[in-house]
């Protein structure tokens, strides 16, 4: 396939690259000229995509970082890092917005490009690791040293097959690919088409060892790519198994299907509430969705914590015996949060069967009958059962009880949305849903993988 009318249309522009590189220029000037003025002894570095030439168009986000010696003392590196960076954005008359990741940085928006400026150590190898963020100077050296000339545009060819297959972003909400994973695979399999041809035979824990460090044994993941500035590291670790799966069976369409282009540009949906809705009606599900408020804490401690709690929530309906078909949440981000549970059973019989231990167990099944009363108990294959009146009944009750102060411990939910949950939710209906794109997600769920 002819790759370049895809390219010109997720390539940078040659305006977009010149402007790029006029405000990186000039950020990065005056943050060194403060610190050499201040007597610092830090380097400012252009790291990330943007200084690889593997971001795509409109998603040059400028990546600054200020790398200080490895003797700095951690809080004089948070305290030093932010200083430098809010004096940056004074300025360039834009506004700080602080941001956590090891510790603080902050993102800003300067001349309509995002930047972020974070503070870090100046390791020159992954055993000198003092921060998580430390990694990212060495990851932009590697890359630029090991891209071929041409594999830059491979990179971005697989970055935009996996975005719009769904499954690019390292970010909790996604559980996708990042992109120095996709940079590593290009240097591994040399273009997208090999590395797709190769990945419909990934198994689960497949390998990828570019400095051959031999230490994938280590890791349990569903894909293990060693980090070659790192040899104790997976790249691959944030990958979600289903995300994995989901680019695989994308690989496996994209190589039989006639309709190659189409898995470079967004899927066309013109979204109608109405017609969704009578979807959900035509399944003859019963669907429980309940709203709370979110709290204001960052979304890389939000995300989990919301699918944290919707995973508990259906692992306890299913372990009472009620049928969570599907279970999924949708946030907002800013106010509030759906979790939105499709049931098969949702309503059961009044009564359930307690299993005890096997009826060879002397000793187990005398303390079972002293509890539950020889007379009450009976025989189920060869277990020694009793049967008895079920708590709850019906899903919704049972949530009513589980969202409560005294009982929200029946369930591991997110810190931080306790208190919210307790004190906000409530039941609602479906087409009080604010977002047609969740709700066209949640019903069908493989549109993104095929085309």
């Not at 990330?48 to 986000?61: F, P």
């Not at 891209?147 to 697989?158: F, I, N, S, T, Y």
């Not at 590593?184 to 460090?213: M, P, Q, R, S, V």
């Not at 019963?286 to 804490?297: G, L, R, V, Y």
Request: proline fraction near 3%; charged fraction near 25%; hydrophobic fraction near 35%.
């Amino acid at each position: 396939m002819d790759y370049n009318l895809i390219l010109d249309d997720i390539k940078p522009t040659m305006d977009e690259t010149k402007q790029i590189n006029e405000v990186s220029s000039k950020v990065i000037n005056y943050l060194q000229k403060l610190c050499d003025s201040d007597n610092l002894n830090a380097n400012v570095a252009l790291v990330g995509s943007v200084a690889k030439n593997t971001a795509l168009k409109g998603k040059s986000d400028i990546d600054i970082f200020i790398a200080f010696p490895l003797d700095t003392d951690k809080n004089i590196l948070k305290k030093t890092g932010l200083e430098l960076a809010h004096k940056c954005c004074d300025e360039f008359d834009s506004v700080a917005e602080h941001h956590y990741a090891s510790h603080p940085y902050v993102t800003t928006h300067i001349e309509g490009f995002e930047v972020d400026i974070v503070p870090c150590y100046a390791i020159e190898d992954g055993s000198q690791l003092k921060s998580a963020v430390d990694r990212t100077i060495l990851h932009t050296r590697y890359v630029k040293a090991n891209l071929k000339d041409g594999q830059e545009d491979e990179v971005l060819l697989l970055k935009r097959f996996m975005a719009m297959t769904g499954t690019y972003g390292s970010e909790f909400k996604v559980g996708g690919f990042a992109g120095y994973l996709c940079e590593l695979l290009i240097i591994h399999y040399g273009t997208f088409e090999n590395t797709l041809k190769n990945a419909i035979n990934w198994k689960f824990g497949h390998n990828i060892d570019l400095e051959n460090y031999g230490t994938s044994k280590q890791f349990k993941d569903p894909l293990i790519v060693i980090d070659p500035t790192d040899e104790n590291r997976n790249v691959g670790a944030a990958l979600r198994l289903e995300k994995l799966a989901e680019f695989i069976q994308s690989a496996r369409n994209y190589i039989f299907s006639d309709n190659k282009k189409d898995y470079f540009y967004p899927l066309n949906r013109n979204l109608n509430k109405e017609d969704i809705l009578n979807e959900f009606k035509l399944r003859n599900s019963e669907f429980i969705a309940i709203k709370f408020n979110i709290p204001d804490i960052p979304l890389d401690t939000l995300h989990p914590q919301l699918r944290k709690t919707t995973e508990a929530l259906e692992r306890k309906l299913n372990g009472e015996e009620f049928n969570v078909f599907k279970a999924d949440y949708w946030s907002d981000e800013i106010l509030n949060c759906v979790i939105l549970l499709e049931m098969a059973s949702s309503t059961l019989n009044d009564v359930k069967v307690n299993v005890g231990p096997k009826i060879f167990i002397n000793q187990a099944c005398e303390n079972f009958v002293g509890k539950y009363g020889r007379e009450n108990c009976h025989i189920q294959g060869d277990f020694l059962v009793h049967t008895q009146k079920r708590e709850f009944s019906n899903a919704k009750s049972l949530i009513e009880h589980i969202f409560t102060k005294e009982h929200i411990g029946l369930i591991k939910v997110g810190k931080n949305l306790k208190k919210n949950i307790i004190d906000t939710y409530k039941f609602i209906d479906i087409d009080e849903i604010a977002s047609e794109e969740f709700l066209d997600d949640f019903i069908n769920p493989g549109q993104y993988i095929v085309r």
